[in-house]
């Protein structure tokens, strides 16, 4: 078989002989990082670097006589308290540029006693930081079973904001009343011990510096010495700040294997995607080659960042899970030819009243949660068609009315939410009038689902009852669309006329398939806040609609056909790109805003993108 | 046909249901809200200096067929970048506002361009097409305001950024020394009775041009000359001087509007607004006629942008402050709105119509939240009413429109069917 070189191929070839190249660099870098030379590399840094920060505390504490000397001698001289600072300051002056000269030469000292003391507490420092963190975590969970804190709600009366999804899905928990356990205690006398003989050790190196102001250091030493979860990156980057930055590129190499390595697998796709370019546009698009691309680069930068990426991948499932309804509903309302639903926030009205109801009744637990489930679809489906007589009565120009249609409910039930005589303290404002903008449903059914036959997996927690249920309702969609019903309403949506012709009724297949849509709109919603842990009521839901188009969108569905792949591929890619990318993002550019920027145009960006792939055939 | 004139009063109350609506709204609320007329009428005119022109920078895709331009807000981007600049120049008055004039001229041209060439990949789409662009642009701003411009292009002035943060500051501070604050109004402000006089003088001068010049023998310069009378002989009644007591009309700004009125007149007259009606009645028969549909579009949305541009530039120098990622945001829908609440639909719309809708828009806005407070004890109630109204208001024309496209199709359909039975 012969292989025709294109540029396209050539690049490809480049990008892989490239890729293979820093492969090859990484392994070896790797290689070396076990090897005795490099071994003895880090320890010489981490002793030099503890010399370093002792000799600054030694500085420190020298100025510090100094000054209190001078300060005293002119007091006895009766100076007046500018004299004095004076004086004081003029000490610090001198002793500063005395000592400076009086810093140890490190290649004097002896280094095997101060290595062996920092190894021995390296060992106890690890043992107990690692009890910590479990209890710590252990404390957590327990902490959250109890009450999850209230997120900050404020009031406001600035109803003009767009409304973002909650990108963190975990409440923070209050960590003041956390004791640590007696067994954790021992293992931090341990610690404390292992210090003292490394401040015996390091005392007579500096004989300045007297227990007193050893205690000072101590934290940054410890520090220095082991962190808790630290790489071979992280701590090589911590100590080559103390060792002049002088490092051979050997050691260079060795601190960025991973790196090279990340981004030799990244030009390794890169090269299988340029090689196969044609046959992946045909099948999967432009857009989602992009998104593929771009959520692959977010994960190969968590794990240069040195996130932690087991939780991210377990927050993408929660967050996969807790949208797919919503997704989904996307899926018979395209299917029925109303392309995509951006009316959903009706169903999710419907789903918050049933989820209100529930409350307010005092349900909670399995019976709760099946409770504003029943309630919700039955407002919904009522809601749900009336809106369906209103579409039909507008062939063609689906989107835009049902666009403005669905903003113009949620604010009339923004006025809603403020008058309706719902009584129950949980929902109610204690001052004023009207319901809160989120409700907290600890005490309904929050976490209900995420937490049913939940188990970790390699440090993944897999929320089992929230997935199964999305694969229940995954396979009830798609078990009637094997039905007489389903054929039918595709057949409409693919070709009304055609449909027509063969006997369907367009109308009421049309109606099925956007109050089919409404109600997985509203038990959508009530799965979403379960996982979610509150209800957001007010100007929330106006946006909901288009992040569930989005997604069912990068998915792979057009505004004429979807399939049920398409929403659990394309709720996956969008998640996992938001939960991830919050934490890279903010890693790169810090308190910064730029993921809510992203999603932005991620989400905006697909549905312009459907709408000119539409809007060809669209012509009069 | 000759009995249309028995029918005409529930035709007219048919067809401009929102405007009777609104106008019924407006007056109950005032009565509820318990403010003074006086108030009112000097809020009104504030508000109608600020937003005027971008109502009006609506009308021309509006008769080109592409409905109503979302996509502004764009345009509202393309004068913010060029407000920043002018800040960090330091520019002052009037001067800096007409240098901002001058880059955002460009700015929204380009911007506009581009909205005009994915509008013209969604024929039929356009108002879901021009809104979600609107989103998206934002997200665009958003990074140009956040991470390019005071990090990557280093901003000097330090009013313009946040200390300890990255990107431009939340709010932008017009009314410094130099600021561009009421760059228009302190051209010269003008009692209302002086306005109606000068107006009036103008429109006898209007109509004796006809009378003499075009011999109209017609009613209308007569008509004309009578308002004009009218006017000057109501502005010296004591209710007027009473309601207008508060008044001062910025002579610029107003002018900037009329003259805006005056293009959108007369490029209806030229080819090119020709074009614009024709491709805006169908398509298919513009294209037939050798016209190219997709360049008139696309002339349509560059100067839709550009005028919001300039719109929201008299918009900001009368506020004297905006909310750098906000301040856009909301432009496309309170315009859109407005110019519906007039009583022009997704087809069609005029000067009169822009104006008009202003005016109930904006005095629903200045009642509505008092009356909130007043008949609910709520002024949140009365807050949310105004959204509400805003997108319902839209959401109701929608379907008008969608409505009879639909009955005109099936009326076409079934003429058809008729006309092939008798053959």
Redesign the interface.
Known sequence: MKIKLTTQRIVAIILAVISVALMATSAFGFSKRTSEDARKLLADMTVRSLLVNTGEGAVEAMVKIAVEKARVKAKEEGLSMSQRREAAEKAEKDARANLSYQSVDYSTVDNAPILNAAGILKNAQVEYYKKVEEEKELFIEQQQLIAPVEEEVQETLSIEEGVEEPLSIHGEVDMSTFVQSAEADALQAKVDEAYEVLTAVLMKVYPEMDKESMKTLKQTLLDLNYQSGETYESRFDRLIKYNDNNVDFRSKLMRNAKNLLLLGIFLFLLALVVWFYNSLVKSLGVPRIIIGLFFIVLCLGSLALNLNLRTLLSDTLVRMGMNSILVLAMLPGIQAGISLNLGLPIGIIGGLLGGLMCIEYGFSGWFGFAFAIAAGTAISLVLGYLYALLLNRLKGSEMAVTTYVGFSIVSLMCIAWLVLPFNSPIMKWPMGNGLRTTINLTPSYRHLLNNFLSFKIFGITIPTGLLLFMIIACLAMWLFSRSKTGIAMQAVGNNPRFAEATGISVNKMRIIGTVLSTVLGAVGIIVYSQSYGFMQLYTAPRQMGFVAASAILIGGASTQRAKISHVLIGTFLFQGVLTLGMPVANELVPQSTISETMRILISNGIILYALTKAGGKGNE | MNKVKKFDIAQILRNNAVTITFVILCIVCLMFSGLQVSYLVFELFTRISRNAFIVLALIIPIIAGM?INFAITIGAMGAQIAILWVLEWGVPGFKGFLLAAALTIPIAGIFGWLVGL?LN?????E???S???G??A???Y??LF??IFGNIIPLSNPNLVIRG???VANTLDLSRKDGIKHALENLGQIKPDLAVYILAAIMILIAAYMYLYKKDKTKKPFALAGIAVLMVAVSFTPIFKNWFSMVKIPVATYVLIGLLCLFNYVIMKTRLGQQFRAVGQ???VANAAGINVNRVRLIAIIISTILAGIGQLMFVQNMGSFQTY?AH??VGLYAGAAILVGGASIAGATNGQALLGCVLFHTLFIVAPAAGKNL??????G???R??IS??V??MA??M???R??KKKKSLASNLADASAKA
Do not use: C, P, R
């Open positions: 409905g994915l990949k969604m024929k039929g789409q108002m879901i097409g809104m979600i662009m989103y998206f934002n997200g665009l958003q990074l956040l991470f943060s990255t990107g169908s398509g298919t906000g945001e909301q609910l004890g709520d002024a949140a109630i807050e949310y009413f959204v509400f997108y319902g839209i959401a929608l379907v429109h969608a409505w496209t639909v």
